[in-house]
């Protein structure tokens, strides 16, 4: 009964060796699920986090694009100054005085402005020699601060910064559309008109006239200039007209 109880131990182990491990193989997994579970209670917050992050970085992202919508707004423009072009024409007898004619189509003998300036044109022609002119034309009349710039029927006049005299808003005569007629075919140039031109009688003389394109600027309401443009052959002259209305 000893040799067979012996012969047992010896080769029970033999036959069965995983009978010892089974007990440790079956409770090695209840270790692992419970250190999966472990793991999985502590990784639940760490994605509640996650999620209330990302719900929060929306609200931050907008928050951050708010002020800059509300700042990029675009300046307004300040209205520019309209530029057009047109025919003017300086005229006048020897021994009398100047007259200023703005024409917007050259066929046209109505003129959009016409003054009667009271500059002498002997006058007129000597400060053209030094090659500079202007003419500033002033209002300061309060009774006429809303009527039309153009439709001031007197101006106060200067001349290269002195005070000449005065200029006269004027309508077309017959004899200035005689001679708007005449030099309809002319664009730019100076000439002479002989004596006796519409006119008859012993006083009548010879009409000087300068003709050429001015760029007309309407800075505002109260005020505009015509600036004479040289032609290429006669770069040095310059001659400017300013129409100024002060409130």
Same mark, same amino acid.
């Given at each position: 009964?000893?040799?067979?109880? %012996? ?6 182990? @033999? ?9 440790? /193989? =079956?409770?090695?997994? *209840? ?6 579970? *472990? ?11 996650? /999620? ?9 992202? =907008? ?13 307004? /423009? ?9 025919? &003017?024409?300086?005229? &006048? ?7 200023? @004619?703005?024409?917007?189509?050259? =066929?046209?003998?109505? #003129?959009?402005? +016409? ?14 020699? @030094?090659? +500079?002119?202007?003419?500033? +034309?002033? $209002?300061?009349? #309060?009774?006429?601060?809303? $009527? ?10 200067? $001349?290269? &910064?002195?005070?000449?005299?005065? %200029? ?11 001679? +708007? ?8 140039? !100076?000439?002479?008109?002989? /004596? &006796? ?6 006083? %009548? ?6 003709? !050429? ?35």
């Amino acid at each position: 009964m000893t040799k067979i109880d %012996a012969l047992r131990r010896f080769f029970l182990p @033999c036959l069965f060796p995983n009978s010892a491990t089974s007990s440790t /193989a =079956q409770t090695t997994p *209840l270790k692992k699920r419970f250190s999966t579970s *472990l793991r999985d209670d502590f990784n639940e917050p760490s994605t509640t986090t996650n /999620a209330n992050q990302e719900d929060q970085n929306p609200n931050q992202d =907008q928050e951050s694009t708010s002020p800059e919508d509300s700042v990029t707004s675009l300046p307004i /423009a300040s209205s520019r100054p309209s530029k057009s072009m047109v025919i &003017g024409t300086i005229f &006048g007898q020897r021994r009398g005085h100047v007259w200023f @004619c703005v024409q917007h189509e050259r =066929q046209s003998t109505k #003129p959009s402005l +016409l003054l009667e300036l009271s500059i002498p044109t002997h006058q007129l022609v000597k400060e053209m020699r @030094c090659g +500079l002119v202007r003419i500033a +034309l002033e $209002c300061a009349r #309060p009774e006429l601060c809303s $009527c039309p710039l153009r439709s001031v029927p007197v101006w106060i006049m200067y $001349c290269n &910064g002195r005070k000449v005299g005065f %200029a006269v808003r004027r309508k077309a005569s017959g004899q200035n559309r005689l001679m +708007l007629k005449t030099m309809e075919s002319t664009t730019v140039g !100076a000439g002479v008109i002989p /004596a &006796g031109f519409g006119t008859s009688g012993s006083e %009548a003389e010879e009409i000087m006239y300068m003709r !050429a394109n001015y760029e007309h600027v309407m800075g505002s309401a109260d005020s505009e200039s015509f600036r004479l443009i040289n032609p290429d052959e006669y770069p040095g002259q310059e001659f400017s007209v300013f129409l100024l209305r002060s409130r």
